[in-house]
């Protein structure tokens, strides 16, 4: 009993800097499986956001001394103690600048992705959905590989190879110092750490999400009424709200790439050929018309979508659905530019391909589902589904028992 009520108080205590204390019940009624979900949320993204703020400083370090150790390259025609000279080319300079850059740009979106996870939690936890619950479990395994591939490619910036190069040159210079060397890839240790303690968190949310599942399963479907076709179109609605987020998160995640390879190539233009240099106008140009473009798809898109399914409004929806094909053919463009144009995206081709596809596998599943919730419209699900957020689960009928509270949608 001591150990129930204190853990319980821990959960509480942790959530109550970003949930009101009256608000924790309308997320989780009286589930203490939902409390811990709330609490292990909260504790992997406290835990993961500070280690990947210090990964992050470390690896900005790391930039500033490869560029100085490549501008001493560059000023010198030979090193001290290599036998012969090397003259490193701009493609040379310009992979490995890139590759180094760009890697800042996927520790911030680790560091938002853990944000994104909690608040998708919160959601699902006030509307009961599941599908949601389970879409978490997947995303948190997906951060662990994410957690992976990020040390794989932080490892992989400066590699010694058996001839001449300019790995080879920058890391002479990081060693030059044998008392005082220049470390390289200092944040190892707290990648490693990244990845076995998101393992552990994706690991034991996944036992939390089952128990939930346990717990209330799909007893969300009680609220709507005995029709088997209402529970249909419901369960059509969540997953359709449901993907939208995530369309939202996958979007912005690309933006934000697409936008700072943008920026690194101004600023390092003079490394790029003379065909691939940007000006400044050229630059705002870009710019401008991503973010316009970007803009309508994560944000207009949405609110098209929300208004239309609280409205049941057909012109929402058909506007959304239109958008959201122009928004397949905008992906479909970047895809082929970034297969067509690799040189551009050095050091980003594998994460932009990766979030283009994603982006384009939602984007069809959304639009379909769209246009099935639209057929749905004038069939009543509009009255049922206040119901549903944030209520109680416990006042509904077990059947299996008090001792056993897993719920039936029959």
Same mark, same amino acid.
């Given at each position: 009993?001591?150990?129930?009520?204190?853990?319980?108080?821990?959960?509480?205590?942790?959530?109550?800097?970003?949930?009101?204390?009256?608000?924790?019940?309308?997320?989780?009624?009286?589930?203490?499986?939902?409390?811990?979900?709330?609490?292990?949320?909260?504790?992997?993204?406290?835990?993961?956001?500070?280690? =990947?703020?210090?990964? @992050?400083?470390?690896?900005? +370090?790391?930039?500033?001394?490869?560029? #100085?150790?490549?501008?001493?390259?560059?000023?010198?025609?030979?090193?001290?103690?290599?036998?012969?000279?090397?003259?490193?080319?701009?493609?040379?300079?310009?992979?490995?600048?890139?590759?180094?850059?760009?890697?800042?740009?996927?520790?911030?979106?680790?560091?938002?992705?853990?944000?994104?996870? /909690?608040?998708?939690?919160?959601?699902?936890?006030?509307?009961?959905?599941?599908?949601?619950?389970?879409?978490?479990?997947?995303?948190?395994?997906?951060?662990?590989?994410?957690?992976?591939?990020?040390?794989?490619?932080?490892?992989?910036?400066?590699?010694?190879?058996?001839?001449?190069?300019?790995?080879?040159?920058?890391? #002479?210079?990081?060693?030059?110092?044998?008392?005082?060397?220049?470390? *390289?890839?200092?944040?190892?240790?707290? =990648?490693?750490?990244?990845?076995?303690?998101?393992?552990?968190?994706?690991?034991?949310?996944?036992?939390?999400?089952?128990?939930?599942?346990?717990?209330?399963?799909?007893?969300? *479907?009680?609220?709507?009424?005995?029709?088997?076709?209402?529970?249909?179109?419901?369960?059509? *609605?969540?997953?359709?709200?449901?993907?939208?987020?995530?369309?939202?998160?996958?979007?912005?995640?690309?933006?934000?790439?697409?936008?700072?390879?943008?920026? /690194?190539?101004?600023?390092?233009?003079?490394?790029?050929?003379?065909?691939?240099?940007?000006?400044?106008?050229?630059? +705002?140009?870009?710019?401008?018309?991503?973010?316009?473009?970007?803009?309508?798809?994560?944000?207009?898109?949405?609110?098209?979508?929300?208004?239309?399914?609280?409205?049941?409004?057909?012109?929402?929806?058909?506007?959304?659905?239109?958008?959201? @094909?122009?928004?397949?053919?905008?992906?479909?463009?970047?895809?082929?530019?970034?297969?067509?144009?690799?040189?551009?995206?050095?050091?980003?081709?594998?994460?932009?391909?990766?979030?283009?596809?994603?982006?384009?596998?939602?984007? /069809?599943?959304?639009?379909?589902?769209?246009?099935?919730?639209?057929?749905?419209?004038?069939?009543?699900?509009?009255?049922?589904?206040?119901?549903?957020?944030?209520?109680?689960? *416990?006042?509904?009928?077990?059947?299996?028992?008090?001792?056993?509270?897993?719920?039936?949608? =029959?």
């Amino acid at each position: 009993m001591a150990t129930s009520y204190l853990s319980t108080y821990f959960a509480e205590g942790l959530l109550g800097c970003t949930v009101h204390c009256s608000g924790l019940s309308q997320l989780t009624g009286d589930s203490i499986w939902s409390r811990y979900s709330l609490a292990w949320s909260g504790i992997q993204a406290i835990v993961i956001v500070a280690l =990947e703020t210090i990964i @992050f400083r470390l690896h900005a +370090t790391e930039v500033t001394n490869i560029k #100085d150790a490549i501008a001493t390259i560059s000023a010198t025609t030979s090193l001290s103690n290599r036998k012969s000279p090397y003259t490193p080319t701009n493609d040379d300079k310009l992979r490995v600048v890139q590759s180094s850059r760009v890697l800042s740009v996927y520790h911030i979106l680790f560091i938002v992705a853990q944000l994104f996870q /909690m608040i998708l939690l919160c959601d699902a936890m006030y509307n009961k959905n599941t599908i949601q619950i389970i879409a978490i479990v997947v995303f948190n395994c997906a951060m662990v590989a994410y957690a992976g591939l990020q040390m794989k490619q932080a490892s992989e910036i400066l590699v010694a190879t058996p001839t001449d190069s300019l790995q080879n040159a920058i890391l #002479d210079i990081f060693g030059a110092n044998k008392y005082n060397p220049i470390p *390289y890839h200092a944040s190892l240790p707290y =990648e490693i750490a990244v990845l076995v303690l998101m393992a552990i968190f994706a690991t034991v949310f996944a036992f939390i999400a089952y128990k939930l599942y346990k717990e209330f399963g799909w007893s969300i *479907y009680k609220k709507i009424g005995a029709d088997l076709a209402m529970r249909d179109m419901y369960k059509v *609605y969540q997953i359709f709200i449901m993907i939208v987020k995530f369309d939202i998160f996958f979007q912005l995640g690309f933006s934000a790439q697409f936008l700072s390879l943008i920026v /690194m190539r101004y600023e390092d233009q003079k490394l790029f050929p003379d065909e691939l240099q940007l000006s400044q106008q050229a630059m +705002t140009n870009l710019i401008v018309v991503h973010l316009i473009l970007s803009t309508g798809a994560s944000i207009i898109l949405p609110l098209l979508a929300w208004w239309g399914l609280k409205r049941e409004s057909k012109l929402s929806m058909y506007c959304f659905i239109v958008g959201g @094909f122009a928004a397949l053919v905008y992906n479909i463009m970047k895809l082929t530019q970034v297969f067509d144009e690799s040189s551009r995206f050095i050091g980003a081709n594998k994460f932009l391909i990766f979030f283009l596809i994603i982006n384009l596998v939602l984007g /069809m599943v959304t639009i379909y589902l769209a246009w099935v919730c639209m057929k749905n419209f004038n069939n009543g699900l509009s009255a049922h589904i206040g119901k549903v957020s944030g209520t109680n689960i *416990y006042p509904m009928e077990s059947v299996s028992g008090s001792g056993n509270k897993r719920w039936s949608i =029959e």
